[in-house]
Each structure stands twice: as structure tokens, then as C-alpha cells.
T-cell receptor, first 112, second 116 residues
């Protein structure tokens, strides 16, 4: 059974810092991995999707990496801003279904 | 495109009442998913459809929960009778068929359900 874990559960940093959010999964037979952002009381916004054959994806200040063999992904946020404050969720999909298995999320606070 | 549309956005009801949540997927998407988010269990898949046919309903918690997709542009999730432990945020998501290693889901804004 696939399990997804995110560490840390919460993170508070001053504005301008570079930071890394971690995601680990137990079954390496994934189709792809998605990172989402969720603002309080809002829905999920897809940030990055990494195919199982890829090592990383970049979008602006965000960079996500994937190491399937070790069951790990990281989301790197460069030069953090207060507007980055949100909960970040990692989710993996298995090979033959569209079912997304989510981690519990990392709640990020960037202080001005 | 307006994205995935869900209604209502908020629902407050009393225990024992029937609750119906609605979802309109992105036009042209083949797959529709219903998820539930709670503090204790996080986000969990309840059921998903492919071309309006339920494929996996193993996440539906009890017989009190039922979901339908009568056509490609509309789905409902019904709870009857509702209980306080059903209080959660219910998300609908849709996607195209997987292709080239990409199976990306797009989420609606969710329905926050409170059962008193």
C-alpha cells in the first residue's frame, strides 16, 4: 500500500530564504508525482508535475526533483516571499489508476 | 475554461438530512474524481469515473455515500443520512486520459460540509 510522508509538517522562515520541502513515498511504481499548493479555505492549485521518467521540473522560483529509486521528492523554493505562505501537498499516482495518494502537507509561513 | 466547478461552496445541515454535492468537470476531460479532506485523515480518494462509468469506489466510506455521473458534464455525491463525522471538505477533480507519462488532475474549489 502506497504511503506518502511529508517533512516537516510546518515551517516558518524569514522572507528571502531558500527552502526545501520533503516528500517520501513507499512504492516506487508511480506514474507521476504532483506538488500542489493550498491556501486556507481554498482548493488545490497544481504547481509542478514530474513524470516517473523525469528527474526534475522547474517553474519560476520552484524546482521539484524526483528520485524514484529512493522514493523521494523535494520542492525547492528560491527567495521565498510572504505570498508563498500556504500548505504544500505532495501526491503520487500509481501506474494503472488515476488515484492520487497525498501526503499530509507542509504548512509554510514566510515572515516579512 | 472556467475550471472544475463545484456547488454549493458551503453546506450546513443537520444530522440525518440528505446532502447532495455537485461537480462540473472541465469540458473534454475523461476522468472525474471525488476526494474528501479532513484534519485527521488528510485528502483521500472516494470514487472516480472514466467516461461516466464508476471505476473504483473502494474509498467510499459507507453505504450512506453514493455518487453518480449521468453525463460527461455533471456528477453528484450524495450522503443520506448525513452524520457529524461526515463534516469535511469535498473536492472534485477532473483529468484527461493519461498520455506520455502525464496524468494531471485539476481540482475544484471544494465544498465545505458541516453536519450538526
Amino acid at each position: 500500500k502506497q504511503e506518502v510522508t511529508q517533512i516537516p509538517a510546518a515551517l516558518s522562515v524569514p522572507e528571502g530564504e531558500n527552502l526545501v520541502l520533503n516528500c517520501s513515498f513507499t512504492d516506487s511504481a508511480i506514474y507521476n508525482l504532483q506538488w500542489f499548493r493550498q491556501d486556507p479555505g481554498k482548493g488545490l492549485t497544481s504547481l509542478l508535475l514530474i513524470q516517473s521518467s523525469q528527474r526534475e521540473q522547474t517553474s519560476g522560483r520552484l524546482n521539484a526533483s524526483l528520485d524514484k529509486s529512493s522514493g523521494r521528492s523535494t520542492l525547492y523554493i528560491a527567495a521565498s516571499q510572504p505570498g508563498d505562505s500556504a500548505t504544500y501537498l505532495c501526491a503520487v499516482s500509481s501506474g494503472n489508476t488515476g488515484k492520487l495518494i497525498f501526503g499530509q502537507g507542509t504548512t509554510l509561513q514566510v515572515k516579512p | 475554461d472556467a475550471g472544475v466547478i463545484q456547488s454549493p461552496r458551503h453546506e450546513v445541515t443537520e444530522m440525518g438530512q440528505e446532502v447532495t454535492l455537485r461537480c462540473k468537470p472541465i469540458s473534454g476531460h475523461d476522468y472525474l474524481f471525488w476526494y474528501r479532506q479532513t484534519m485527521m485523515r488528510g485528502l483521500e480518494l472516494l470514487i472516480y469515473f472514466n467516461n461516466n462509468v464508476p471505476i473504483d469506489d473502494s474509498g467510499m466510506p459507507e453505504d450512506r455515500f453514493s455518487a453518480k455521473m449521468p453525463n460527461a458534464s455533471f456528477s453528484t455525491l450524495k450522503i443520506q443520512p448525513s452524520e457529524p463525522r461526515d463534516s469535511a471538505v469535498y473536492f472534485c477533480a477532473s483529468s484527461l486520459a493519461p498520455s506520455g507519462g502525464v496524468w494531471e488532475q485539476f481540482f475544484g474549489p471544494g465544498t465545505r460540509l458541516t453536519v450538526l
